[in-house]
């Protein structure tokens, strides 16, 4: 396995396979078991090799990335207000919507944070919840993921 930030920036090739760990130790996963959402984010404690943890990079433009779960489905934030504190994460069907648009930001040593298109980044809430938050909302630790690549991709994209 190679760390995301083994390199110079956190640079992903298209086809890449990774894993993102939160501060706690826990892994970003995808769940089919929460109510409402078919398709939600949760952090699960489980082994990184669990399949549910794995999300393959889409490289779009503007340096923006899309992750694909390992059912076909993307990362996708729901809600249209960039006013909200926190915006409830779902998996989405594609990667033309700008909601599922993220741009990794190298952070300290092998951490990065994830950026939305409305300008929030990924973290975790106090209750374990998968969030958006504006970035001086929140304490930096709990936006900081550490992505390590499971699955290199031969596709060259810089």
């Known amino acids: ?4 930030c083994d390199e110079a920036r956190p640079i992903f ?3 890449d396979v990774i894993v993102l760990q939160e501060a706690n130790g826990g892994y970003l996963m995808r769940t089919e078991r929460y109510g409402l959402f078919k398709h939600v984010l949760v952090v699960g404690s489980e082994q990184a090799e669990a399949r549910e943890k794995h999300f393959t990079i889409k490289q779009l433009a503007n ?3 899309a ?8 990362l996708c934030r729901i809600g249209h ?14 990667t033309e919507a700008a909601a599922t648009h993220f741009k990794p930001r190298r952070q300290d ?25 504006r970035a001086e909302e929140c304490e930096l630790a ?3 993921f550490e992505a390590t690549i499971r699955s290199r991709s031969q596709s060259l994209l810089h």
């Open 63 to 65: 340096d923006s990335i």
């Open 142 to 144: 709990a936006q900081l």
């Open 109 to 133: 040593g092998d951490k990065l944070t994830l950026q939305a298109d409305n300008g929030l980044y990924l973290a975790i809430g106090d209750d374990g919840s998968v969030i958006l938050v």
């Open 81 to 94: 207000d960039d006013d909200l504190d926190n915006v409830i994460l779902a998996i989405g069907p594609n």
């Open 67 to 74: 992750l694909q779960a390992d059912n076909g489905l993307y």
């Open 13 to 15: 090739n298209d086809g």
């Open 1 to 4: 396995m190679k760390s995301l």
